[in-house]
């Protein structure tokens, strides 16, 4: 049943317009909410919202645009800078940002949707993927990773519309162009994944070499996109990174979670796989995608769809691109999340090509049933689990962060200064300017006489600067009217008013 007009979302079946609909609905309570406490074991969820975006912030609400007083915006361009006008015509709030990325995950959703031919699999994707644990969290936080990750799902969501044969060829070469111009913006959220810019390469070649019928189409497409991609390449280098080269090269150098191969990386790995993937309810997951990877290839050597090969290939090659973070020594959740994407969207790819197929007689007939009954049933028991999961959340939900920010802006006038590494996170609401601190790297050089700031916010043991106030001498119990602790999460964050900046009472 479809929507009677002419309009493309109106083209949009019944059910796929209630599904969005709840999904949205679903993220609406968690706009306000602290991270869940078991999110992640590092600060990222907690702290990085603020430090995504303190730079527009601080430009949108001071008029100071600084590139060297925070390494996030150097980082995520395409994250930041649409945020300055969201910012100028809703406000700089927490949940305006939430808001902004949810949305444009939620519409990538809808393109995908919007194809008939691939609605089947955003129907499986949505339940299986969109609303489990890490990746359903991390769609209304205010980070890169989704927005790449939802980039990354465009890229190959065109890329099976140029190779459909049911398509002209000049819309062909049109949806082979949309293929790298979202394959190109996944790194333009963030740069760290500049390594997916030889996904669609990757893909072409194994088509090349697999689809011998189709070879003219595959290397006219493959031109299209590396020139696609080239270009915006380019564009990044000369408008971005070579204006801001010096700040840029600086900020990379002191970036976690680098890629290595040493003698310990197996190590890494296996502690990788069986802490994060293959315990709890997150093995079920892990499961059902080792299932339908090893169906996937034997659809792929019988039968299938014109548009599977290309799925599948794509979302295999997405996922052997992403295992290399299983050998990092430091990974939080943050850094999981495009895997996780890229495993439940080839898990349902291989459902939806078993649930479309048709009807069969004798032998070919029941073994057809068992397949479909099987597909559905990992369909609801991952669907229920992810729902389990989600209503404990629900009941888990604090707002430490939204009270915190509150008592700051009771306090604060919008021209006051605050500085710390959780700063950036606990001032949205009172438009004070904050800039982040941590030691041997940015704003570190005594930072309380160089910036002179109403408030320094830093965790009681200083964990979150690496100790860059003790390790000068500075002792900010010392130096303070008055000082409140919240525990944030698992960390305990102090808030201390400085001698001198008329600091109120508790």
């Not at 043991?461 to 130096?479: C, P, T, W």
């Not at 102090?494 to 600091?503: K, Q, R, T």
Request: hydrophobic content about 50%; overall charge positive; some cysteine.
């Amino acid at each position: 049943m479809r929507c009677k007009t002419g309009h493309p979302f109106f083209r949009l079946s019944y059910p796929f317009i209630i599904m969005m609909a709840l999904l949205f609905a679903a993220h609406l309570p968690f706009l306000q909410a602290d991270p869940d406490i078991h999110i992640s074991f590092s600060r990222g969820p907690f702290t990085d919202e603020g430090l995504n975006t303190i730079q527009v912030r601080n430009w949108v609400n001071h008029g100071q645009l600084n590139l060297a007083e925070c390494d996030n915006l150097l980082k995520t361009p395409l994250l930041g800078f649409p945020l300055a006008l969201i910012y100028k015509l809703f406000g700089a709030t927490l949940t305006v940002s939430r808001l902004h990325v949810m949305i444009l995950v939620l519409i990538a959703l809808i393109i995908l949707g919007s194809d008939p031919k691939n609605r089947g699999i955003v129907l499986i994707l949505i339940p299986v993927t969109f609303l489990q644990y890490q990746v359903f969290q991390f769609t209304h936080f205010t980070l890169a990773e989704i927005l790449s990750s939802a980039a990354v799902l465009l890229a190959i969501h065109f890329l099976s519309r140029s190779s459909d044969p049911e398509i002209n060829i000049k819309s062909q070469d049109k949806m082979a162009i949309l293929s790298g111009v979202f394959l190109s913006m996944a790194w333009f959220f963030k740069i760290q994944f500049i390594y997916l810019i030889v996904l669609l390469p990757l893909v072409q070649s194994v088509r090349l070499l697999t689809e011998k019928s189709r070879r003219r189409l595959i290397i006219r497409q493959g031109f299209i996109i590396c020139a696609t991609l080239l270009f915006f390449l380019a564009l990044y280098l000369f408008t971005w990174y070579l204006p801001n080269r010096e700040a840029y090269d600086y900020m990379m150098a002191h970036q976690s979670g680098e890629f290595s191969i040493g003698a310990k990386t197996r190590e890494y790995i296996h502690f990788n796989i069986s802490f994060f993937f293959l315990k709890g309810w997150m093995q079920y997951f892990v499961y059902a995608f080792l299932a339908c990877l090893a169906t996937g290839v034997v659809l792929l050597a019988t039968r299938r769809s014109p548009r599977f090969p290309v799925l599948f290939i794509s979302s295999l090659a997405w996922f052997l691109l992403e295992c290399h973070k299983l050998a990092m020594v430091y990974l939080p959740t943050r850094y999981q999340i495009s895997l996780l994407v890229s495993m439940g969207l080839l898990i349902s790819i291989v459902l939806n090509e078993i649930i479309g197929f048709r009807k069969e007689s004798g032998k070919r007939a029941r073994l057809l049933i068992v397949m479909k009954t099987t597909a559905l049933c990992l369909i609801v028991l991952l669907f229920s689990i992810n729902i389990i999961n989600y209503f404990k959340t629900l009941e888990r939900r604090n707002y430490t962060i939204r009270n915190t920010n509150q008592y700051l802006a009771d306090r604060l006038n919008p021209g006051d200064l605050v500085i710390g590494a959780w700063a950036p996170s606990l001032t949205w609401k009172s438009k004070a300017k904050a800039i982040p601190v941590w030691n041997n790297f940015l704003n570190y050089n005594d930072p309380v006489n160089q910036f002179k700031p109403r408030v320094v916010v830093a965790e009681t043991d200083e964990q979150d600067s690496e100790q860059a106030f003790r390790s000068q001498g500075i002792i900010l119990d010392e130096l303070t009217d008055s000082t409140k602790v919240v525990t944030i999460g698992q960390w305990e964050v102090g808030i201390y008013w400085m001698f001198g900046n008329n600091a109120f009472p508790l």
